[in-house]
């Protein structure tokens, strides 16, 4: 049982589109991250979110936390191929860091 | 800032021989550092946690006979795949975190580029 639900799992899309990836927990986190993994590659972190109702952007890239801090969402504004890669959710769990199992998302020229 | 290495990047053995993997915090130092495993197309499977100076804690399942880790100094952690065999060839990637000096914020995770290994 994954403690952090992503959803889609797989998306693929035209560039220009926009896009949500969701990551969903019944558990409560003091943080949460979210990464871009590219193949053959190490995750990269993209954002750290720590507040409930919290929004963080990035260029295109649009994070928000749940004001309960249990689920975070990633939105993508006018994908380009460049966006192609993993996404993962990670959320602080005393020690350790619970991975979701991540979202795939292919974005087509 | 919050750079880790990791080396080699990828390499190819016979089965049976022993493989180091070594996992650096260039620019903070790291109080923990975690190893995972990850398949083709899957997510992330911790190993194992190391904090330094201390044995590692391995996740359930994990070999630590196999899969030994070092963590003798605050930016260097080791895995070695010992007697490796075809069914360990996986990409393994290292991760440290930091307490809060340095500007990293304390549950955050900075991952290495990753070490693919095939053997054969």
């Known amino acids: 049982t994954q403690l952090l639900e992503q959803s889609p799992q797989f998306l693929s899309i035209q560039e220009g589109e926009n896009l949500t990836v969701y990551c969903n927990s019944s558990?409560?986190?003091?943080?949460l991250q979210w990464y871009r993994q590219e193949p053959g590659e190490g995750p990269v972190l993209l954002v750290t979110?720590?507040?409930?109702?919290e929004v963080k952007k990035l260029k295109r890239l649009t994070f928000q936390f749940g004001d309960a801090r249990k689920d975070s969402s990633l939105h993508i504004t006018a994908a380009q191929p460049g966006d192609t890669g993993l996404y993962l959710c990670?959320?602080?769990?005393?020690?350790?860091?619970?991975f979701g199992a991540g979202t795939r998302l292919f974005v087509k020229a | 800032g919050a750079v880790v290495s990791q080396h080699p990047s990828w390499v190819i053995c016979k089965s049976g021989t022993s493989v180091k993997i070594e996992c650096r915090s260039l620019?903070?130092?790291?109080?923990?550092m975690f190893w995972y495993r990850q398949f083709p197309k899957q997510s992330l499977m911790l190993m194992a946690t190391?904090?330094?100076?201390?044995?590692?804690?391995?996740e359930q399942g994990v070999e630590k006979d196999k899969f030994l880790i070092n963590h003798a100094s605050l930016t260097l952690s080791t895995l070695t795949v010992t007697s490796a065999h075809p069914e360990d060839s996986s990409f393994y990637i290292c991760?440290?975190?930091?307490?809060?000096?340095?500007?990293?914020?304390?549950?955050?995770?900075?991952f290495g580029p990753g070490t693919r290994l095939l053997v054969l």
């Open positions: 190391s904090n330094e100076g201390s044995k590692a804690t391995y």
């Open positions: 620019d903070f130092q790291a109080t923990t």
């Open positions: 558990s409560v986190f003091s943080s």
């Open positions: 991760s440290a975190r930091s307490g809060l000096a340095g500007g990293q914020k304390k549950e955050t995770q900075y």
């Open positions: 979110v720590v507040t409930g109702g």
């Open positions: 990670a959320g602080g769990r005393g020690f350790k860091t619970i």
